[in-house]
Nanobody, 123 residues
Framework: QVQLVESGGGLLQAGGSLRLSCAAS????????MGWFRQAPGKEREFVAA????????TYANSVKGRFTISRDNAKNTVYLQMNSLKPEDTAVYYC????????????????WGQGTQVTVSS
């Protein structure tokens, strides 16, 4: 069992930066692949980024590639999403999720979810 709690969301202007954190409970955090998803009003939840259990492999949605960076600190049971050059279209609730195996792109392939944190980017 893994419990996830996101933090770090907020309101900022376009071009700014923000770092989201996702704190996990449970001694097995380091064995999970972690992902970030987001959901804008009226839209489906979409994949943003994922990272392997060791942190050696990462993958990103094309829409955020080069702007966002996913990382993890297994000693702190935390995964991060550094977001730079933010755009109004990045506005969404951001969720972190844990998958038992593999870098996953689809939400139904993840086993545990956080409650989400709101990111709002104004133009």
């Amino acid at each position: 069992q893994v419990q996830l709690v996101e933090s770090g969301g907020g309101l900022l202007q376009a071009g700014g930066s923000l770092r989201l954190s996702c704190a996990a409970s449970g001694r097995t955090f380091s064995s999970y692949y972690m992902g970030w998803f987001r959901q804008a009003p009226g839209k489906e939840r979409e994949f943003v980024a994922a990272i392997s259990w060791s942190g050696s492999s990462t993958t990103y949605a094309n829409s955020v590639k080069g702007r966002f960076t996913i990382s993890r600190d297994n000693a702190k049971n935390t995964v991060y999403l550094q977001m730079n050059s933010l755009k109004p279209e990045d506005t969404a609730v951001y969720y972190c999720a844990a998958a038992a195996s593999g870098l996953r792109f689809k939400s139904h392939e993840y086993d545990y979810w956080g409650q989400g944190t709101q990111v709002t980017v104004s133009s």
